[in-house]
């Protein structure tokens, strides 16, 4: 009942920036004057592109609808939310990239986090497989599609992905419990313990590339020990001395603060193995 909507930030609505673009900025497809609905011009009340309304979301943002491009929706969306400072939110991330930073070698069951889906990457109905998804089927599915995808390490050898659905006010997993927020609903389920620990993602782990956009990353904390050296040895769990941001401007987390690498840590494997299989 209570509809606890937290804005860190009020938010104004933009003006349209380019009001005689031909084409949406998101999926690149011309414009139409009338059919099909999903091709029309319309702008993005967040950045003020012009995008079609098969790339427009309907999100409530200080107190008022904002339709929103898939680009703002992915990454200005959950810095607005404050979740960037969750070490569990993991921004833009492929299914692929969740799966491997839940499966490193000192990840553990009950391991997790939180991720935006890429545009490309599941729909509700394209879960097992199916390639197809074109950019009618996503201007037919629309605000249906589940934005927040929960990766958890669910039995040594699966990842499982619940879409998290709903919005801000009412986001849930199932129909059994809705959560005016994502870290409502991830306390929820870290006190029930399906969730135990946040997965971390270190610098030096990473690959010259972001993962999500495979923007070239600065190469002072790819391993190449000759850049930026104060210590000539790879100790490898340092936090990076001034290098990756923790987010990439695609909204993939780059890297773990070096608080959040402790607290995982510290919680150990051995404690949640024993913990998860009694
Ligand atoms: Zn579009
Ligand atoms: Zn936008
Ligand atoms: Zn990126």
Aim: aromatic share 8%.
């Amino acid at each position: 009942m209570s509809s606890v909507v937290s804005m860190p930030e009020a938010v104004q609505k933009a003006v349209p920036v380019e009001p005689h673009a031909k084409a949406c900025a998101v999926c690149h497809e011309a414009f139409v004057w009338f059919f099909p609905a999903a091709r029309r011009r319309s702008h993005c009340d967040l950045c003020g592109k012009a995008v079609c309304n098969g790339c427009l979301h309907n999100e409530p943002l200080s107190f008022q609808e904002f339709r929103m491009c898939n680009t703002c929706r992915a990454t200005s969306l959950p810095r607005l939310r404050g979740l960037l400072r969750y070490p569990w939110f993991h921004g833009r991330i492929s299914r692929d990239e969740a799966e491997r930073r839940l499966r490193t070698d000192s990840s553990a069951l009950g391991d997790f986090l939180v991720r935006v889906a890429p545009d490309t990457e599941e729909r509700p109905h394209h879960f097992h497989g199916g390639r197809h998804s074109s950019h009618d089927h996503a201007a037919m599915e629309g605000a249906d599609m589940p934005l927040f995808i929960l990766s958890v390490r669910n039995t040594p050898a699966s990842v499982a992905h619940f879409p998290i659905r709903g919005q801000e006010g009412e986001y849930f997993l199932d129909r059994t419990a809705n959560f005016s927020t994502i870290p409502e609903l991830v306390a929820s389920s870290m006190e029930s313990d399906m969730l135990d620990r946040s997965a971390v993602v270190s610098a030096d782990t990473h690959f010259p590339v972001c993962p999500t956009c495979t923007a070239a990353l600065p190469t002072a904390l790819t391993g190449s020990s000759d850049n930026h050296g104060d210590n000539g040895d790879g100790s490898s769990h340092q936090q990076g001395g001034g290098g990756l941001p923790e987010f990439c401007e695609c909204g993939a987390r780059l890297a773990s603060t070096a608080e959040a690498r402790k607290i995982f840590d510290n919680i150990g494997f051995e404690y949640l193995h024993h913990a998860t299989t009694a």
